[in-house]
């Protein structure tokens, strides 16, 4: 495969464009007797492919005009699926199914219509996918040959994962409905074949009777259903049994992330009691085969995720504090790392920041996170916060090129996993039930006085930062804090109440979970406004807004803006026409974070 980077960063800053270029990621790998697949995003285009390996030789099966990408939920995930032939993707344009065989011709169009398309698996001839109409969802199975549509499983509000059992005699899926999240309560749901080739005699295996989230169900080569469940306290492996589901022996760590996105695999059952799995501890990854024993695969990297595996290798989107998203196959009896693509760092290893575990009191609990030090040896340098977004969602210690940009000029930076991110099990996740905007607040609070009180940082010159839910955390920091000497929101909530009006389905009663019932608790909502209190904010602000975003819609920020220029507080912000949630084009990322460098050296200049 061949790769370009950026030339040596003795020859020339660490750029923003260069921090930016450094981000290809790789997603979605599939293993089949054609060799490996995966789906690969380069910010040049923002454009995601469909690249095959084989014997040594990596080819991009995706021709230009086209992207490989699912909108479903508005957050996408499994975007592709193998045939045997060749593969059927969802095209990010019309989000339509295209089949594509592997000798390089023109894609064929697979439906048309205005439903998208996510979370795609070949059984049977057929696709099975989950079918978004609107604001309806369903399971559907696609005709591979002729495109016919058949309907297999409606009536939930939401669906994710169908998987067929190896005789096709059997579907399970994950659903749940409002007011519920997939990482709050989801059901596990398997359907008999009937003879006319559809489904019925539908039954829930689990989540009825208790509040737990269930994903990633998987059968067995025996035809045994397993999946991950947290009823135990974190995301760990169930296998069906006579009484309902029975725990694999596993580690007392979470086995998958917040399911946030659709196509994750985090695990894979095998043979006799055994499994692959990556889990996580203090934050870093680990990867497996575990049963009565666990065989360690872990080597130098960090985080381990799409698995996939053959009989010889198992292969994953790995990285470390040093390598960026690395595609990589690890032989299976001598443990040997070999990298596919990806995994080249853009500075030298010895100019790298590396995170160090942070775990320190906030609150009435303690707090999570990674800090890395500043590389241009200042005793207490400034500090920038990262908030991530979510906000159930998680930071992972590897290599980040937006935390070296900041580590390279000087900052100091905290990443945090504040109470209810993921990776921590249920009880830390839960933990921000009905306390957003308060418990992340403190703790992003905390790290500064922690860090500050260790003399690792200049307490008076902390920034904070975050997108999306990140976002509100900052602006909540800012209105209700006086900790931060500025921050930047991007695409950030300003105003909840707005945001549960605006927003879409997948995450219309997110709110009631984080803050409660819009009518019943509008005291606390008011409370936790940050538009309602821009009066308390008093120090600079920068905003960045996608004009196409369907989640943080453009008002809300220009809301924000105004409401701060009113009270003449510095403020600037930056709009992206052809943006959504999230940036993509490289042009507009390095843009953003050039811009916010910028502007905090003016607020420091301003002072200093």
């Given at each position: 495969m061949n790769e370009t980077h950026a030339s040596s960063p003795k020859a020339e800053p660490f750029s923003a464009a260069r921090a930016v270029a450094a981000g290809i990621d790789f997603a979605e790998l599939q293993a089949g007797p054609e060799g490996?697949?995966?789906?690969?995003?380069?910010?040049?285009?923002?454009?995601?492919?469909?690249?095959?390996?084989?014997?040594?030789?990596?080819?991009?099966?995706?021709?230009?005009?086209?992207?490989?990408?699912?909108?479903?939920?508005?957050?996408?995930?499994?975007?592709?699926?193998?045939?045997?032939?060749?593969?059927?993707?969802v095209n990010e344009a019309d989000q339509q199914l295209y089949r594509q065989s592997l000798k390089g011709e023109t894609p064929e169009v697979l439906t048309s219509g205005i439903c998208r398309y996510g979370d795609l698996q070949f059984a049977n001839d057929q696709v099975l996918a989950v079918e978004e109409n609107r604001d309806r969802h369903r399971l559907v199975a696609i005709g591979l040959a002729d495109g016919k549509r058949q309907l297999l499983v409606e009536g939930a509000d939401f669906y994710a994962a169908p998987t067929l059992s190896p005789d096709s005699q059997r579907l399970a899926w994950i659903e749940w409905n409002h007011p519920d999240q997939p990482w709050t309560a989801t059901r596990l749901m398997v359907a008999e074949r009937q003879g006319d080739g559809g489904f019925g005699a539908v039954r829930c295996v689990a989540g009825d009777q208790t509040q737990e989230?269930?994903?990633?169900?998987?059968?067995?080569?025996?035809?045994?259903?397993?999946?991950?469940?947290?009823?135990?306290?974190?995301?760990?492996?169930?296998?069906?049994?006579?009484?309902?589901?029975?725990?694999?022996?596993?580690?007392?760590?979470?086995?998958g992330p917040a399911p946030w996105q659709l196509g994750g695999c985090t695990w894979l059952p095998l043979s006799e009691n055994r499994y692959l799995a990556s889990w996580t501890?203090?934050?870093?990854?680990?990867?497996?085969?575990?049963?009565?024993?666990?065989?360690?695969?872990?080597?130098?990297?960090?985080?381990?995720?799409?698995?996939?595996?053959?009989?010889?290798?198992?292969?994953?989107?790995?990285?470390?504090?040093?390598?960026?998203?690395?595609?990589?196959?690890?032989?299976?009896?001598?443990?040997?790392?070999?990298?596919?693509?990806?995994?080249n760092a853009p500075l030298l290893a010895e100019q790298i920041s590396r995170p160090q575990t942070l775990r320190y009191p906030s609150g009435s609990g303690e707090a999570h996170g990674f800090f890395y030090p500043a590389m241009t040896g200042e005793a207490k340098p400034p500090l920038v916060v990262f908030i991530h977004g979510g906000p159930t969602s998680a930071c992972y210690p590897v290599l980040d090129p937006r935390i070296q940009y900041w580590a390279q000029r000087g900052f100091a930076v905290a990443d945090l996993n504040y109470r209810g991110s993921s990776?921590?099990?249920?009880?830390?996740?839960?933990?921000?039930?009905?306390?957003?905007?308060?418990?992340?607040?403190?703790?992003?609070?905390?790290?500064?006085?922690?860090?500050?009180?260790?003399?690792?940082?200049?307490?008076?010159?902390?920034?904070?930062?975050?997108?999306?839910?990140?976002?509100?955390?900052?602006?909540?920091?800012?209105?209700?804090?006086?900790?931060?000497?500025?921050g930047a929101s991007l695409y950030g909530v300003s105003d909840p109440i707005a945001l549960g009006h605006?927003?879409?389905?997948?995450e219309s009663d997110y709110l009631d979970?984080?803050?409660?019932?819009?009518?019943q608790d509008a005291e606390r909502y008011a409370a936790r406004t940050p538009l309602l209190h821009a009066a308390n904010?008093?120090?600079?602000?920068?905003?960045?807004?996608?004009?196409?975003?369907?989640?943080?819609?453009?008002?809300?920020?220009?809301?924000?803006?105004?409401?701060?220029?009113?009270?003449?507080?510095l403020v600037e912000a930056h709009y992206y026409e052809q943006e959504r949630h999230g940036f993509r084009q490289a042009g507009n990322q390095a843009h953003a974070l050039e811009q916010e460098w910028l502007f905090y050296r003016r607020v420091m200049d301003q002072v200093d």
């Open positions: 490996l697949f995966w789906n690969e995003y380069r910010p040049e285009d923002a454009a995601c492919r469909i690249w095959h390996w084989r014997e040594g030789v990596a080819n991009c099966l995706t021709p230009l005009g086209y992207s490989v990408r699912s909108r479903v939920y508005e957050y996408g995930g499994g975007a592709f699926c193998l045939t045997g032939a060749g593969v059927v993707f989230s269930l994903q990633q169900p998987r059968f067995d080569d025996s035809g045994r259903l397993c999946c991950l469940t947290d009823r135990g306290g974190y995301w760990q492996p169930w296998m069906e049994s006579a009484n309902g589901l029975t725990p694999f022996p596993s580690k007392a760590a979470d086995h501890e203090e934050g870093f990854g680990r990867l497996g085969i575990c049963g009565t024993t666990c065989d360690e695969f872990t080597g130098d990297y960090s985080r381990f995720r799409s698995l996939a595996l053959d009989e010889r290798f198992i292969y994953c989107v790995a990285a470390s504090p040093i390598s960026s998203p690395t595609v990589i196959a690890i032989d299976r009896q001598t443990a040997e790392a070999k990298v596919l693509a990806g995994g990776g921590y099990g249920r009880d830390y996740r839960q933990a921000l039930h009905l306390s957003w905007g308060e418990v992340d607040v403190e703790d992003a609070c905390a790290v500064v006085r922690h860090l500050a009180d260790r003399g690792l940082i200049d307490g008076d010159k902390a920034f904070i930062r975050g997108g999306s839910a990140g976002g509100y955390t900052t602006l909540c920091a800012l209105a209700f804090h006086n900790v931060f000497r500025a605006a927003t879409h389905k997948f979970w984080l803050i409660g019932d819009p009518e904010i008093r120090v600079p602000v920068i905003f960045f807004q996608g004009e196409l975003d369907a989640v943080v819609v453009p008002q809300q920020t220009r809301d924000m803006v105004e409401a701060l220029q009113n009270r003449s507080i």
